[in-house]
Structure formats: C-alpha cells, structure tokens
C-alpha cells in the first residue's frame, strides 16, 4: 500500500541556519505530495503541494520539488526563523484516491 | 470564515463512558475525516465520509462510530471508552480528492482514566 517515511526526528536548529527535513514515499501510479505544518496546540495547515513530477510546491520560503525518479519530496528553506518551530508532516495522496496518507512528522525547533 | 471546527477542544473521561466529538465545516465541502494523532506516531485515519450518507472506515476504526446527516456535520462517537483512546482527534475535510488537500479542525484533546 501507500506510505511516506519522513525523516526522524526532532531537529534543532540556530536562527537562519538551512533547512532539508527527508521524506520520500511508495505509491502507484502518479500521487500528488503535500507538506503540512502543524504549530503547538494547533490543527495541521497544508503548508505546500505539488501534483505532478517535477513540480515545485513553494510557500512562506519553504520549497519542495516532486521528484518521481528517487520518490522524493524533500522540504527545504533557505532561512529558519523562531518562529518556524513546529512539526511537519508529508503527505501523499493517489490519483482519485479520497484519502490522504501521513508520515509520522518531524519537529522542529529553531533557536535564536 | 470559520472552516471546520471541533468542540470541545479537551474532555476528560472516565473508562466506560461515552461522548460525542462534534466536526462542523461551512466549506460544503464532500469529504470528511476523522484522525487520531498520538505521540511519535503521526496521524492514523478512523473513518471518513465521501458525501451525506456515506461512511466508511479508516485504518483504526474498533472503539468509534461516526454518521454524516448532513454536508456540514460529522460527530465521532465514543461508546465505551478506553485508555487505549486517549489521544488527539482531527477532523478535517476536503472539496475533491487527489491534489485537493484537507482543511483540518484545532482537534479535541481527549484522556481517559
């Protein structure tokens, strides 16, 4: 069946430092790939998305680019504030299909 | 705009009781969901709803029920709780499928004891 494997967590990062959290996935046919963000004490919000290979999702500075030849959707972003603190969720969600499928999330903490 | 909203954001239960977890979205939007999200295990799907009169479980449904009347509503119902149930629940839902993405609630944080 569909899965996502994220990387694990959590990360811990300094002000404006790079950021790369992993994640890749096993799917038939041609999924489309969304990151969520998920901030303490809050519901998840689609943070980016992308719905056919080599499409980049980007939003708030964050990047990702679907890559079918590795099954890749690695989120990135250039410049982590404080504020950005939070955990991130891949996700994916097969053509037709109604649901989406999770990974397990990687949290975030960016230090000033 | 209020999206999908979920009451009560915390419960406290003792084992054996039930309750209602209450979804609403003023999205009209077709698909609805209900996930549970425990510690370090992401997100795992209990039912969901294609449209009004329409249900169908998820991956983890033992423990739950859940009806849709209507567009709007989608109550998640506990009958006999267990500590096994304690947990974060979603409710989310979704214009289409594929590349529509969901619109999630701010969740219930339920413990039960």
């Known amino acids: 069946g569909d899965s996502v494997t994220q990387m694990e967590g959590p990360v811990t990062l300094s002000e404006e430092a790079f950021l790369t959290i992993n994640c890749t996935y096993t799917a038939t046919g041609y999924p489309s790939l969304f990151w969520y963000v998920q901030y303490p004490g809050e519901g998840l919000q689609l943070l980016l998305k992308a719905t056919k290979a080599d499409d980049k999702g980007s939003n708030k500075g964050f990047e990702a680019t679907y890559r079918k030849e590795t099954t890749s959707f690695h989120l990135e972003k250039g410049s982590v504030q404080v504020s950005d603190s939070a955990v991130y969720f891949c996700?994916?969600?097969?053509?037709?299909?109604?649901?989406?499928?999770f990974g397990k999330g990687t949290k975030l903490t960016v230090n000033p | 705009n209020a999206g999908v909203t979920q009451t009560p954001k915390f419960r406290i239960l003792k084992i054996g009781q039930s309750m209602t977890l209450q979804c609403t979205q003023d999205m009209n939007h077709n698909y609805m969901y209900w996930y549970r999200q425990d510690p370090g295990m992401g997100l795992k799907l209990i039912y969901y709803s294609v449209g009004a009169g329409i249900t169908d479980k998820g991956e983890v449904p033992n423990g739950y029920n859940v009806s849709r009347s209507t567009t709007e509503d989608f109550p998640l119902r506990l009958e006999l709780a267990a500590p096994s149930q304690t947990s974060v629940y979603f409710c989310?839902?979704?214009?289409?499928?594929?590349?529509?993405?969901?619109?999630f609630g701010s969740g219930t944080r339920l413990t039960v004891v």
């Open positions: 996700a994916l969600s097969s053509s037709g299909s109604e649901k989406l499928v």
């Open positions: 989310a839902s979704s214009y289409g499928t594929g590349g529509a993405g969901y619109t």
